[in-house]
């Protein structure tokens, strides 16, 4: 796999050689005090580009002959105060871009008044450079003429200097705990669903525990005794079996009740007996980025020591088609008791939810429970690639939710719920049918679903099929898979729910 960057923060001067990066406010102002022929240059550059140092513009020189590196970078922040959370990832991932295929970066971090930026600006900053440098390349086997030793491309070494490095270590420390979640999340969709079944899904999350995440693994016989006939239905049509992941961070008081999160963890989505049309179907290896999500925001919990409870829940399945496949009209009846008309196999992640989710509550008594989800194509109709879906039953999960989602960067959308829709879902031979009926409202319906399963516990549910993969590429993601809801989950955590 292609190397990430790797950042220092120090306190040194200027380099030799190499690439440096400065930071400009509004005209292609530098910081005053940096040697003047190196900010006149700078200034010209910025005349004659009409470079205005706008957030986020780049302008990329050759450094004149008397000055003592090779390349510069003037990246505008007009001004540092107006510069938004996520500006600065977006920040950091735009010098990344520029400096692609360069080996060492030092970035001089003041701004144009000279003023030093917040450590957590900083630590933004640095992150954005780590996920543009993200590449998911596992599987290109490397070109290289007979003879030739196989070359490791180089990584991009980053020297970040600013008037206070242990600050901006502390902070970036957290940052990286954040990042590293997210890497995993994409790795984790990224992987093709050969490589990546229930099973060995199951096993990378046993991995974790190495992290102090608390890690337990539920089979299908142990699914069975639970009577999760929601979700073993799913999978019966795969020769791979079915499992549960639970992870537990306890960070915070003792027996204070844990938040919980609960992922979808389709590592394929055939569609079943209903099954998909061909065009795309190789993105249904994305079906599992609501499980990947709260993997990764466990790793980011453990990695930064929030000091806070979590729990985190994966139900892992592959829906895929066999003689033993589940059949449109088959009857099952979930953990809850509820009975389920299943019309159509396609519609598998609200089953796979509903044993999950009522699990979740059953066991845990969590404060709330957040699911993510790749649940439906609709959400996609409805907002496209730029926001997730957002239903809840409770206000002020829900407007905490909006403000992390603004503040990360990771955005939500707020959609309905109500008693008209759920009658949408009402069975003709079992309690609830698995479908709308008609292609309306097709993402409300699927939450309605899910309710029913939350026993009336505070509860948000996040349909992220839009944003989960294949969302367009940003300064700081180029990847497929996008890690969302890892920075946004964190986001929520740190902003509301950890102890003091
Ligand atoms: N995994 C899909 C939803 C999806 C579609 C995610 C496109 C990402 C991109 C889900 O299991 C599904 O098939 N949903 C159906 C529901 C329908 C049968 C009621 C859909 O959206 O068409
Ligand atoms: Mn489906
Ligand atoms: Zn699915």
Redesign the pocket.
Known sequence: MAVLPSIEFVEASLPEGGVLALLSGEGGAVDASLPEPLRKAVEKAARVGAFKGKRLGVLDMLAPADLSFDRLLVVGTHAANVMEDEDWLKLGGAIAAKAKGTERLTLWARGADGAAIAPRDLARLAAGIVLRGYEFDLYKSKKKKAGEEEEPKAALTVAIAVGDAAAARAAFAREEAIVSGTILARDLVNEPANVLGPVEFADRIAELSAHGLEIEILDEAKMGELKMAALLGVAQGSPRPARMAIMRWNGGPEGEAPLAFVG?G?VF?T?GI?I?PAG?MD??K??M?GAAAVVGLMRALAGRKARVNAVGIVGLVE?SVDGNAQRPGDIVTAMSGTTIEVL?T?????LVLADALWYCQERFQPKFMIDL????????VALGHHHAGLFSNDDTLADRLLAAGKASGEKLWRMPLGPEYDKQIEGKFADIK???GGRAA??V??AQFLQRFVNDKPWAHLDV??T???SPANEYNQSWGSGFGVRLLDQLVADGYEAG
């Open positions: 979808k389709v989505d569609g209903s998909k795309s993105e249904m994305g079906d980025g829906n159509n396609d519609a598998e992640g609200r989800a790749t649940l439906t194509g609709a959400i996609i698995n479908i709308g097709g993402s319906t699927a099929a839009g989960a993969m294949g």
